[in-house]
């Protein structure tokens, strides 16, 4: 029920994890384009094409369209050894209706998708070990949504490993209510998922949807309840806030009067913030880092623009080593949460 190719886990990487699905966008002459796209998917795309060695861990099925997915992420340089295969199954499937204002409408066909079976497979181990060996394991609110109660168990086993092993979890509190039809188990999870990660990326949009809590105040004072040591809180407005501790600095960005397309603005914002704080550079200038890609983004249609778009964020741009490269560099270590942190060396590999 797997890939022969799936390998034991290179050591101390950026590993992203959660569902890509297909990607069916509906122009404005009615007609629809496809590509693919996940919330963490195109996290992990932006990192790697902002120099991250980075690997995406998920299932997909024995398909065309997963091997079409499978060889397009191989192209932007993701890391595919812990991407496991099940045998007579598809991905998921969504389709973005995009306003006039730029804002986006999802429909999804996702429930027999492959990756919501990632943590009940024979194979589970190896992607354990791999997230428990990682620098960095990313994953959002909707990586939570894909899995049953046993499948968090296992999940947050390993996260507190990963921790224990000196790696850092970042989570992005991305939150649809599609994929929780409980609220009550939705708060209970993303409670015990704050307190587990060592950088939250929070939305005062997803706040309001679980708690009920409008405006930024009530998300930060969860956040610093909680003991998140370092935290971005979204603003609905453009820009953020980057909590020091009783501190709320913001940083603004210039607001874009014609976004094409929202989609994977947070993707590729956590992208632009993560990149920036592997070379050190401390939150707030990762913040402006990731709303200077995210604002790139959103002047293109669907979740990945042009490679020729990407926005020079860091000086000159080289690929990212693949990570199953033996002589690839290894990416820096996230530094604490201080206002003077400089780049640490990379580790050996």
């Not at 042009?306 to 002589?327: E, I, N, V, Y």
Request: charged content about 25%; glycine content about 10%; proline content about 11%.
């Amino acid at each position: 029920m797997s890939d022969p190719d799936v390998k034991e886990p290179a050591p101390r990487r950026v590993a992203c994890l959660g569902e890509c699905m297909m990607e069916l966008r509906e122009r404005p002459d009615g007609l629809l384009s496809r590509g693919f796209g996940g919330d963490t998917l195109n996290t992990a795309l932006y990192l790697a094409r902002l120099g991250a060695p980075v690997e995406y861990v998920t299932a997909l099925g024995d398909d065309p369209f997963s091997a079409a997915m499978l060889a397009a992420w191989r192209e932007e340089g993701i890391g595919t050894d812990h991407v496991l295969r099940v045998p007579g199954r598809l991905p998921g499937l969504y389709l973005i209706q995009t306003d006039p204002a730029g804002e986006r409408r999802f429909s999804y066909w996702r429930d027999s998708a492959p990756a919501r079976q990632l943590f009940a497979l024979p194979e589970t181990p190896v992607v354990e070990r791999a997230l428990a060996g990682a620098a960095v394991a990313y994953l959002s609110g909707i990586t939570l949504s894909l899995y049953d109660e046993a499948g968090r168990e296992r999940l947050f086993a390993t996260l507190a490993t990963t921790r224990a092993r000196g790696g850092r979890v970042v989570f992005d509190t991305n939150f649809r209510p599609r994929g929780w039809p409980d609220p009550a188990v939705a708060r209970a999870v993303y409670d015990r998922m704050i307190r587990l990660a060592d950088t939250v990326l929070a939305g005062v949009e997803d706040n309001l949807l679980l708690h009920g809590d409008d405006g930024p105040a009530p998300l930060a004072a969860r956040l610093r309840a909680a003991g998140v040591a370092e935290a971005v809180v979204k603003l609905a407005e453009p820009g953020c806030l980057v909590l020091d501790g009783d501190r709320a600095v913001p940083v603004p960005t210039a607001p874009d009067p014609s976004p094409v397309d929202t989609t994977a603005a947070g993707d590729s914002f956590a992208a632009g913030y993560l990149a920036a704080r592997l070379r050190g550079e401390p939150p707030e200038a990762a913040a402006r880092a990731g709303h200077a890609l995210a604002g790139v983004v959103v002047r293109h249609p669907g979740a990945i623009i042009p490679r020729a778009a990407m926005p020079d964020l860091f000086g000159p741009r080289t690929a990212a080593p693949h990570p199953s490269d033996p002589g690839a560099a290894m990416p820096h270590e996230m530094p604490p949460h201080s206002r003077t942190a400089t780049p640490l060396p990379p580790e050996a590999p």
